[in-house]
């Protein structure tokens, strides 16, 4: 009896069997990767946005010719900086953090898809020192969804005196 080439149907189930394995655990490695990466580019979201929201808000304090703020040791929600004449308040509208500057419309320092939480400032001067202020909020990744990848937020907290 001649030798026909050829697999035989165990061969050919484990060659597939083995393929199939190697398929899946290739395709579990790209979601992994992908779920890192989405991970990322959430936690890059709020820190850029909170570290640009802070910055802006010390260098306003920073350059204020005056300040409306609560009594020494004293916290508010909002805070008023007065620049040549120009109030600019800050504050929170819808969980998104607002500034209004004199009488025009205010504008979202945050996007829509950030959750500003626990805005405060607070007066850390004593009666015969400048106004120093603390600022400090939290901010989350809007979670729309229930993925653990949109879990993430951050506080933030930083000091400015006027000058």
């Known amino acids: 009896m001649r030798h026909r080439p050829g697999f035989t149907l165990i061969e050919l189930v484990f060659y597939l069997s083995i393929a199939?394995?190697?398929?899946?655990?290739?395709?579990?490695?790209?979601?992994?990767?992908?779920?890192?990466?989405?991970?990322?580019q959430v936690a890059l979201t709020v820190e850029e946005e909170g570290r640009q929201v802070l910055d802006y808000i010390l260098q306003t304090i920073r350059n204020?010719?005056?300040?409306?703020?609560?009594?020494?040791?004293?916290?508010?929600?909002s805070l008023s900086a007065s620049i040549n004449g120009v109030s600019n308040l800050f504050d929170l509208s819808n969980n998104r953090l607002r500034l209004t500057e004199g009488v025009s419309q205010p504008i979202f320092l945050t996007s829509g898809q950030i959750v500003v939480s626990n805005l405060t400032f607070q007066n850390l001067a004593n009666s015969s020192?400048?106004?120093?202020?603390?600022?400090?909020?939290?901010?989350?990744?809007?979670?729309?969804t229930s993925r653990s990848a949109y879990d993430y937020g951050k506080i933030f907290i930083g000091t400015a005196q006027r000058r």
Do not use: C, H, W
Request: proline residues 6%.
């Open 20 to 40: 199939a394995i190697m398929l899946l655990s290739i395709a579990g490695l790209f979601g992994v990767i992908s779920e890192m990466r989405l991970r990322q």
């Open 129 to 144: 020192t400048k106004d120093n202020i603390r600022v400090q909020f939290e901010l989350t990744y809007l979670n729309a």
């Open 64 to 77: 204020a010719n005056s300040l409306n703020i609560p009594l020494p040791n004293n916290t508010s929600p």
